[in-house]
């Protein structure tokens, strides 16, 4: 008997979804193993009427415009933007694509140029001296998460990824026990306390009192930053979030005079219920919270700004007119800054120095860790006590001030001994 073989028509596969044997699309059953599987039903094609595609496209232009507006996607696409421009100035040029493990220590050292923490050499006195300049070992680990997501992005993943490389934590390693080694310690914001504070407030008091000739912008600007400053030295907020107070986050208090604000999404509030503060009034007039807020609306009212709907603090736009997007970032660092230098009393504080001298005021007042991290929002006493504890030398003589008195009497008079 002869069999003549006859070739079957083509039929695409589908994977078995127990053994991943390839079978027919329209098989019942696996010829490897015999599990049963259905065959997909052909879909029904729908008329175009049946999405909406106009919604969809707009829906998702707001997901990408809201991804790439968060402040730490702006800092991987800056980075990603310099990485390139590293790599293609080298010799040989390269790409992000195929950059190796030593590229991205050499790129590390060259952002060393823009670093803060001085590195002094063994015999250095301390004084005004040459010695370099690096970048802090936790900004130095910040940049390597920043570049290991870069790189994920790009499909270079797991041990692909140069980040990875062991030579690479190695250098992270080298950067710490250099810091270590030389008694580098991360600095801590100065603090600004309320007699400063005070001042601030009396200067942007005056330049709005001048204001009379200036431009709307212009004034819109002196406003706000005045009160701006004010709730944030009398609440502790991190500054970028209370850029990001929205204005329908901000609420009349119904029992009595003060107002309420909601913080729904900070650096340290990702979940949970919103976190509420309540400014009541102050008894000194010229920096009470209350009384600049309600000047703040109504100067916006007279501006014709129009807050509802945005953000409760703006910056200005490129055609010098009240924008759209929040006060944050360097924006406020450089007007704090500006206004403590033209007062003449700037001594290197940041926006932060606010948080900082806060929670050192209330601990000076009484009030214990966990009050004060009640009242700015922390999850833990232990960040009160990181902010508002003195520095290791300036404990040494607050206790030798408080106990050299007593051992002076001691030596005077020994029978206070027994």
Not at 194 to 207: D, H, M, N
Not at 339 to 350: H, P, Q, R, S
């Amino acid at each position: 008997m002869v069999f003549f073989q006859v070739s079957r028509p083509w039929k695409p596969a589908r994977r078995c979804g127990s053994c991943l044997y390839p079978n027919d699309d329209d098989a019942n059953f696996c010829q490897a193993c015999g599990v049963a599987t259905a065959p997909v039903k052909p879909l029904v094609q729908q008329g175009r009427g049946a999405v909406d595609e106009k919604a969809l496209q707009e829906r998702f232009h707001c997901f990408k415009s809201s991804v790439g507006r968060k402040p730490y996607q702006r800092q991987k696409s800056a980075l990603e933007q310099q990485f390139s421009t590293f790599l293609a100035s080298v010799f040989p040029p390269k790409t992000i694509s195929s950059c190796t493990a030593d590229d991205v220590i050499r790129f590390l050292i060259h952002k060393d140029k823009s670093g803060r923490t001085v590195v002094h050499a063994s015999d250095c006195s301390r004084l005004p001296c040459k010695c370099p300049r690096r970048l802090a070992a936790g900004t130095v680990d910040s940049l390597l998460g920043k570049l290991r997501s870069i790189l994920n992005g790009l499909g270079r993943l797991d041990l692909a990824n140069p980040v990875a490389h062991p030579r690479v934590r190695e250098y992270l390693k080298f950067v710490r026990e250099e810091q270590a080694g030389l008694a580098v310690s991360p600095s801590q914001a100065v603090p600004l306390f309320f007699v400063k504070f005070r001042k601030l407030v009396a200067l942007l008091r005056e330049k709005i009192a001048n204001s009379r000739s200036l431009s709307r912008i212009h004034k819109y600007v002196l406003v706000r930053d005045a009160v701006f400053f004010v709730v944030d030295f009398f609440t502790g907020d991190r500054a970028s979030d209370l850029g990001r107070l929205l204005a329908n986050q901000v609420f009349k208090l119904k029992d009595r005079e003060g107002y309420l604000f909601r913080f729904t999404l900070t650096k340290t509030l990702r979940k949970g219920p919103p976190r509420s503060f309540a400014l009541i009034p102050f008894g000194e007039s010229e920096v009470c919270p209350v009384n600049w807020i309600t000047y703040y609306l109504s100067v916006c009212d007279l501006l014709d700004v129009r807050l509802p709907g945005g953000f409760f603090f703006r910056a200005s736009d490129r055609n010098k007119d009240v924008g759209s997007r929040p006060f944050v970032g360097s924006a406020v660092n450089n007007r704090l800054r500006g206004y403590l230098v033209e007062a003449k009393i700037f001594d290197g504080e940041t926006p932060h120095s606010f948080r900082v001298g806060l929670s050192s005021t209330l601990r000076l007042l009484g009030c214990s860790q966990q009050e004060v991290a009640q009242y700015i929002g922390w999850q833990s006493g232990e960040m009160a006590e990181h902010y508002s504890r003195m520095s290791d030398t300036a404990a040494s003589l607050a206790i030798l001030e408080g106990i050299l008195p007593g051992a002076v009497n001691l030596v005077q008079d020994p029978s206070l001994s027994s």
